[in-house]
């Protein structure tokens, strides 16, 4: 009996998470017709801070060697890897040549550093757990 409440509950939660990350009417934006945007006077260079489903700004341009800081402003959970959301839906991973390796969690609005970026270029990261939340990072020599 105690294994089945367990299962119950564990599904019930799983539920419970796929709902919210997947409201109905809810706006989305095309990461192509997004611009570079650059920090606001508040904001640390190099910073990109995360809401409940997306990245506030689809794209930053840093210098090579430096590393970008992503901080969530929200509780939700965000998982970061390399890669993109495809415009059909599905998660592409894919490891650029010269991208660090990204594979992080980021929630309770933390922080981590992604980099730093060694080659320029420009390189692609996703959230697995939101679909379209896509962050594009273009290195300058």
């Avoid at 894919?94 to 922080?111: H, M, N, T, Y």
């Avoid at 939101?130 to 020599?141: G, K, N, R, W």
């Amino acid at each position: 009996m105690k294994k089945i409440v367990i299962a119950f509950v564990l599904v019930s939660l799983m539920t419970m998470g796929i709902v919210a990350c997947s409201r109905d009417g809810a706006p989305t934006v095309s990461s192509s017709t997004s611009p570079v945007v650059a920090a606001s006077p508040t904001t640390p260079p190099d910073t990109v801070h995360m809401d409940d489903e997306q990245f506030v700004q689809k794209s930053i341009m840093i210098n090579k060697g430096e590393s970008v800081t992503l901080i969530d402003d929200v509780s939700t959970l965000h998982v970061i890897a390399n890669g993109v959301w495809q415009s059909n839906g599905i998660p592409l991973y894919q490891e650029e040549p010269g991208a660090p390796s990204v594979q992080l969690q980021v929630q309770d609005k933390g922080s981590h550093q992604i980099g730093p970026f060694t080659t320029a270029g420009t390189f692609h990261f996703y959230c697995t757990v939101h679909q379209d939340m896509s962050l594009t990072v273009i290195v300058q020599e």
